[in-house]
């Protein structure tokens, strides 16, 4: 039997190429008879709005009704993933490439630096290392981070998130 998010996903599809956007996830929780959908455009694109989110939620809720398998009562939430969650599909870090992110890597270590390249194996990260600190003849002095090339493979990484200026 096919699954709900497998239909949801095929349903998409066309909809999703004429508005120009791509799916990011579908969570189906079913303790509480709720469907989310999260949605992203590719850079130089404006993002997903209210209105495109309507959209895309008047078609689901169409499809979903006239879907035997479907519980009759559910909630269906439809939005763009948000600024401060992980990416979690190819075409999130090819739209944030060159932006400031946050990789969480599977050994526990943190990194930050400039989403560089990306490509189907992983990423390169013009990580920030931190300056050594020397004889300094100023003690205000600051030193600024020097900037590190490091590749990183898509196996090593546990999450990345956008980095927020502040």
């Given at each position: 039997?096919?699954?709900?998010?497998?239909?949801?996903?095929?349903?998409?599809?066309?909809?999703?190429?004429?508005?120009?956007a791509f799916?990011?996830?579908?969570?189906?929780?079913?303790?509480?008879?709720?469907?989310?959908i999260y949605l992203d455009r590719d850079a130089g694109k404006p993002g997903i709005d209210l209105d495109a989110c309507a959209e895309v939620s008047r078609f689901i809720q169409f499809q979903l009704d006239h879907d035997d398998s479907v519980p009759r009562t559910y909630v269906l939430e439809v939005s763009s993933p948000g600024m401060d969650n992980p990416f979690k599909v190819f075409r999130q870090y090819q739209k944030h490439r060159g932006t400031e992110v946050?990789?969480?890597?599977?050994?526990?270590?943190?990194?930050?630096?400039?989403?560089a390249e990306v490509d189907e194996a992983g990423i390169d990260l013009d990580a920030y290392v931190p300056a050594q600190k020397g004889p300094s003849p100023e003690k205000k002095k600051v030193i600024a981070p020097q900037i590190e090339r490091m590749r990183i493979e898509f196996a090593q990484i546990k999450s990345t998130k956008r980095k927020l200026p502040f």
């Open positions: 039997m096919e699954s709900l998010n497998t239909k949801i996903e095929a349903w998409l599809e066309p909809k999703l190429e004429e508005i120009g799916l990011v996830d579908i969570r189906h929780i079913q303790a509480q008879q709720r469907i989310e946050q990789v969480l890597m599977q050994d526990g270590r943190k990194l930050e630096g400039r989403l």
